[in-house]
């Protein structure tokens, strides 16, 4: 069956290091997604890309970077991790027909001390 | 202000019905989601409406949707405790974007 998985599931970082999470999917799909998640402001856009070599900035975008070298990957890399920075994030994907559906990943718990 | 928006939390008796509300800013959103969160695990989705329908109904779920004042519910029939968890409205984008609610978590009491 098709999924998207994200490792690692839980990390502990300290100020200043680079963190990359990584995101993963089988769908085959051209829209994939970074989101963060904290308390009282649901799930804000980091970073989106809609296909290989494209790569946007979504609402919060800044101290993150993301590449897209092939369909499956679009990992998240924190240049110089923050304590703001601690959140829950998920990786999601889309295809480009029907009902715009995306895909949620399990989601990566990041805790930067 | 947030484009989406929803109460945060809900508290409903076992067996009753829950109903969660949400306001949207957007009215050329095509389609409107609700999603299920539960703890530690990622956004699954319930259902969606196509922006063209007033009304869906799936099992124990049923979604209206108020086009004319940006109004989306989600009516939960015979609530169970595997109902508990955290119910996200989302509305998309013409660009395959998503912009979400903050979520309510929803109690369900014995």
């Known amino acids: 069956d098709a999924e998207i998985t994200q490792s690692p599931r839980h990390k502990i970082t300290e100020t200043g290091r680079q963190v990359t999470l990584a995101c993963h999917q089988t769908?085959?799909?051209?829209?994939m997604f970074w989101y963060r998640q904290d308390l009282g402001h649901g799930l804000r856009l980091i970073h989106y890309?809609?296909?290989?070599?494209?790569?946007n900035k979504g609402e919060v975008s800044d101290g993150y970077s993301v590449s897209r070298s092939n369909t499956e990957d679009l990992p998240l890399t924190l240049e110089s991790a923050a304590s703001s920075q601690t959140s829950v994030y998920f990786c999601?994907?889309?295809?480009?027909?029907?009902?715009?559906?995306?895909?949620f990943g399990p989601g990566t718990r990041l805790t930067v001390l | 202000g947030e484009d989406v928006e929803q109460s945060l939390f809900l508290s409903v008796r076992e067996g009753d019905s829950s109903v969660i509300n949400c306001t949207y800013t957007?009215?050329?959103?095509?389609?409107l989601y609700w999603y299920k969160q539960e703890p530690g695990a990622g956004l699954q989705l319930l259902t969606y409406?196509?922006?063209?329908?007033d009304m869906k109904q799936d099992q124990r779920l049923t979604v209206l949707l108020n086009k004319k004042d940006k109004h989306l519910s989600l009516r939960i029939a015979d609530t169970q405790t595997g109902d508990s968890a955290i119910y996200f409205c989302?509305?998309?984008?013409?660009?395959?974007?998503?912009?979400f609610g903050a979520g309510t978590t929803v109690t369900v009491r014995a």
């Open positions: 999601a994907s889309s295809g480009t027909s029907g009902s715009n559906e995306q895909f």
């Open positions: 769908w085959n799909h051209n829209n």
């Open positions: 890309s809609y296909g290989v070599q494209d790569t």
């Open positions: 957007d009215s050329s959103s095509t389609y």
């Open positions: 409406i196509f922006s063209n329908m």
């Open positions: 989302a509305e998309s984008k013409d660009d395959y974007k998503l912009s």
